[in-house]
């Protein structure tokens, strides 16, 4: 038998002699348990169990809650599975930690202990998080805002409403990576309450532009109708919190929405507003993808002159950033758009004038050069 297991059975038969049986109960499960009891995600230090020299203070812990039970002092049980709530939690066992702070939050209950329920029920909320169980951590955030609410703790909550926030926000990232873009709406819906109810700003201004991306990825115009309206309550929050990257991807992001609904003219007004604060942020990455976004869009307009300014614009800034794969986009791009500027004068070559046809292929006489003496006769 090692020494080990032997210290184990020396505290349990301590323990009964003690006369403590619900304590020899959870002291045996508790370091008698297979790995297996921890979800494979928790952390590998949960799965070492407790250490050694921490047995004591378990048996301790245990004994206490049962003794302070029997004579009716809820306060001192409430105390002795509150620390083995924080010890199983320093653990990154988060599992037994629940264990225990549900058992605080069961007498904080039943004596109408407001504020033990309420630090209880944060307790649980923070646990359910750190175990990767989200939904059950905003049922527990969702209840300490009403017990805030119910005792007028305004403080209360406003952290109720961060902790809300921070868990829509990871549920609905979820959703999105399982392409249930549906339920990822509905989450940065709740994110969006929650973070007004919080009174901070940028966690609105950030679930505003969230919003509006779930509202996008739908993608029929209603909802990007109210992507436009969600990018523009971004926009001005960032104007007045004086934020200049974020004014940039709400630019950005309404140039792209008003593309998709073929507004023009907006997508082009927010792109050059979007090139401008590139320009005075000095980052070479977003100047560049400002002239690639409007080369496009002039481009498609059939402004190949401007097309080809901005996409020559895009091509030295690839060629400066040292990026191959944003070096060989601006490469085709500006091919592209140096054909789209010469393809009417090709036509005409080709289907219309013989000898600027014979001038470009014998002597490589540009078609533009080639017709210059024809449309100066006439």
Known sequence: MSELTQDKQNLCIDILVNGHVQAYVDFFYLTHRPESVHAADEPSTAQLGIPPAKLPFVKVQLAEAETARRRGDTGAVFTAYEQLAAFFTDLSDQRTAIYFWEKCLEISQL?????????????????????GD???????YEKLLRLAQSSGDQSGEQHANERLVL?????????????????????????LEASRACGDVAKESKAQFELGQAHEQ???????????????????????????????AACFAL???????????????????????AQSSGKVSAQAEACCSLGVLY?????????????????????????????????????????????????QVVTSDLDALLKWKNRRVPFTDALRPANNGT
Do not use: W
Request: glycine residues 6%; proline residues 1%.
């Open 111 to 131: 004596t109408s202990d407001v504020a033990g329920e309420t630090k209880t029920t944060l307790a649980l909320g923070v646990a359910h998080e750190r175990s």
């Open 134 to 140: 989200t939904v059950a951590a905003v049922r527990h």
């Open 167 to 191: 868990a829509f926000q990871a549920i609905a990232t979820e959703k999105e990576e399982a392409k249930e873009s549906a339920l990822a709406l509905s989450y940065r819906e709740k994110c």
């Open 218 to 248: 739908l993608g029929d115009v209603d909802h990007l109708k109210k992507a436009v309206y969600h990018y523009e309550q971004h926009l001005a929050l960032a104007e007045t919190a004086g934020d200049t990257e974020a004014q940039g």
């Open 255 to 277: 140039a792209h929405v008003h593309q998709r609904l073929q507004n023009g003219e907006a997508s082009l007004q927010n792109l050059q507003k979007f090139s401008q604060l």
């Open 299 to 347: 481009n498609q307009q059939g402004d190949y002159v401007s097309a080809v300014q901005y996409l020559e614009r895009f091509f030295e800034l690839a060629r400066s950033v040292g990026d191959r794969s944003m070096l060989d986009k601006a490469r085709t791009y500006l091919g592209i758009a140096r054909g789209n500027s010469v393809l009417p004068s090709y036509t």
